[in-house]
């Protein structure tokens, strides 16, 4: 039997349902992992997510034709088996499982194991061959307790506020920034964040994912208001004129990539904070082994290092090519809007 799943210049494509996962060009037919700009482009003639997906799509790409559906609620298409199932990335995050003629396959899109508070857990999906993201795809990637680190972050902003020093942190629109307003200890303090964190917090709203009450920053009008506060803006914000308003602050980058040693001084922040919406190295490892998978896939991250580490321990990869990014430390598309 051919490949169920394919790399085409359109993107991943099964052939037998004739559609694309998370096509990185326009294609009359899309099945789509999550709302990450990588994975969600626009121009699709029409779109399948989850129901948390939905109004995270609609918010990023406009009046789209999109359907959604439960996890694991089955569709067939020409004979061809497909469900989505949680990646636990970031709200309405799936793993497609396409099932033909007694083959599973799966692609992960991106995932994590910890639980985020807003996203539905992963799980685990048993199968025959198996597309494995590995952004953080090394075994130097090992993440901390996601607890100490929304401890380490409370603490430092609320030093900052003792000195009447704002506090901005850094961190993905959509995802990241939900999951830090879901722990970090916000009730006698307000909250101002980026417009482009203000348009996904209302789309997470709209999927029924319970946030604190934020204010927008552009509707602030007394800056003085900011003194103490904690801001969330994505790192496009960073260096740019937009932080003149907040007087005297620090700034952080919430990333996994702040793991890695000079990172926080390349993006010119105060301090960096390790957490991150991606398996680390051990998870990733648990997640392919837990498949059961014969044979695996691995499209973006440190693929050639992850594919052969897989291989030297029995379990044969390949690298299988895309345009996805993974984790970034600049969000470009949201330089705009403030
Ligand atoms: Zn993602």
Sequence with gaps: ?????????????CEPADIFLDPWQSVPKAIITHAHSDHARRGCGSYLCHHHAKPLLKARLGDINVQSVEY???IIINGVTISLHPAGHIPGSAQIRIEYQGKVWVFSGDYKLHHDGISTNF?????????????????????????????????????NKSEGVSSILFAYSLGKAQRLLAHLQISDSPVFVHGAVHTM????????????????VSEVYDNRLFKGALV?????????????????????IVSGWMALRGARRW??????????????????????????????FVTHGYTETFSRWLCENGIPAAVLHSQYTGEQTTETETAEES
Excluded at 2 to 11: C, F, K, N, R, V
Excluded at 127 to 154: A, N, R, Y
């Design 267 to 296: 993006q010119a922040a105060d301090r960096g904070f390790v957490l991150s919406d991606h398996a680390d190295w051990n998870a990733l490892n648990a997640v392919v082994k837990g498949t059961g998978a014969g044979k695996v």
């Design 201 to 216: 917090n209302e789309a997470c709203k709209a999927a029924g994912i319970k946030l604190p009450e934020t204010l927008r």
């Design 1 to 13: 039997m051919s490949d169920l799943i394919i790399s085409t210049p359109y993107g991943l494509y």
């Design 123 to 159: 799980e685990l999906t048993p199968c025959h061959v198996f597309i494995s993201e590995s952004t953080f795809g090394l075994p130097f990637f090992q993440w901390p307790p996601p607890d100490q680190v929304f401890q380490e972050i409370q603490r430092w902003w609320m030093k």
């Design 72 to 74: 694991n609620e089955k």
């Design 232 to 252: 969330i803006a994505p790192s496009s914000a960073n260096g740019t004129p937009w932080l003149r308003r907040f007087g005297p602050y620090r700034t952080a």
